[in-house]
C-alpha cells in the first residue's frame, strides 16, 4: 500500500532557529513530491520535486529531493514566528496523490 | 480509526452526465472540505463545508458544481453536464471541530474523474 510519512509529528521552536521537516515514502509509479503551508486556509504550495538532489530554493525555505532514499526535507533557516503551521508533504503518483500527515510546527517568539 | 474515505476511487463519465463524489470524514470530524488537483501543481480549493452548511464556496465554480455535507451520509461534490475540462483529481479533507476550520485537515485518497 502507498503511503507518505512525515516526522516529526510536532515540533517547536525559537525564533531564528533552523528547522528541518522529513518525508519519506514508499510508493508505487512515483511522479513528483509536493510541500505545502497549511495555515488558517488551504495549503500554500511551496515547492514541486521531481529530480533527484537538485535543491529548490525560495527565501528561507529550501527543499530537496532524495529518490534513493524515497525521501524529501524541508529546510526553513532563521524562523520567525510566522513560519508557525502545518507542513504537509504529498507524493504525486501516475493516476494518484498521497498525503503525509504533516508536522506541525510551532515557531515561539 | 479509519481515515477520510472517498469514493469512488476512479469515475468515467461522458460528456453531459452528472459525476457524484463521495466523502465520508473521519470520525468525530465535522468539517469537510473539497479541493481540485491541478496539473503538475497542487490543489485548488473548491468548498467548506460544515454539516447542512455551507461555510466558504468561493473557490466552487458558478456552475454546475455544487456540494452538499448532509446531517446524515456523506458530504457529496455533485458535477452537473460533465465536460472534458472537469476531468481531474478531487480530494476531500476533513478536520476536527476543535482544531478549528482550515488547520488541521485530514486527506483522503482522492476521486480520479475522467471524462470522455
Known amino acids: 500500500e502507498d503511503k507518505v510519512v512525515q516526522s516529526p509529528l510536532s515540533l517547536v521552536v525559537h525564533e531564528g532557529d533552523t528547522v528541518t521537516l522529513n518525508c519519506s515514502y514508499e510508493?508505487?509509479?512515483?511522479?513528483?513530491l509536493l510541500w505545502y503551508k497549511q495555515e488558517k486556509k488551504a495549503p500554500t504550495f511551496l515547492f514541486m520535486l521531481?529530480?533527484?538532489?537538485i535543491e529548490k530554493k525560495s527565501g528561507r525555505l529550501s527543499s530537496i529531493l532524495d529518490k534513493k532514499e524515497l525521501s524529501s526535507i524541508l529546510n526553513i533557516t532563521a524562523t520567525q514566528t510566522g513560519d508557525s503551521a502545518i507542513y504537509l508533504c504529498?507524493?504525486?503518483?501516475?493516476?494518484?496523490?498521497?498525503f503525509g500527515a504533516g508536522t506541525r510546527l510551532t515557531v515561539k517568539p | 480509526n479509519a481515515g477520510v474515505m472517498q469514493n469512488p476511487r476512479h469515475l468515467v463519465r461522458r460528456r453531459g452526465q452528472e459525476a457524484r463524489l463521495r466523502c465520508s470524514p473521519m470520525?468525530?470530524?465535522?468539517?469537510v472540505y473539497w479541493y481540485r488537483q491541478l496539473p503538475e501543481e497542487g490543489l485548488k480549493f473548491m468548498v467548506y463545508?460544515?454539516?447542512?452548511?455551507?461555510?466558504?464556496e468561493s473557490g466552487m465554480p458558478k456552475e454546475r458544481f455544487s456540494a452538499e455535507f448532509p446531517k446524515e451520509g456523506p458530504s457529496i461534490l455533485r458535477i452537473q453536464q460533465v465536460v472534458r475540462g472537469d476531468s481531474a483529481a478531487y480530494f476531500c479533507?476533513?478536520?476536527?471541530?476543535?482544531?478549528?476550520?482550515?488547520?488541521?485537515?485530514?486527506f483522503g485518497p482522492g476521486t480520479r474523474l475522467t471524462v470522455l
Open positions: 504529498a507524493v504525486v503518483l501516475s493516476s494518484d496523490m498521497r
Open positions: 463545508l460544515q454539516k447542512e452548511n455551507i461555510i466558504d
Open positions: 510508493v508505487t509509479n512515483f511522479r513528483s
Open positions: 470520525k468525530g470530524h465535522s468539517h
Open positions: 479533507a476533513s478536520s476536527p471541530p476543535a482544531g478549528g476550520p482550515w488547520y488541521e485537515q485530514f
Open positions: 521531481t529530480s533527484s538532489g
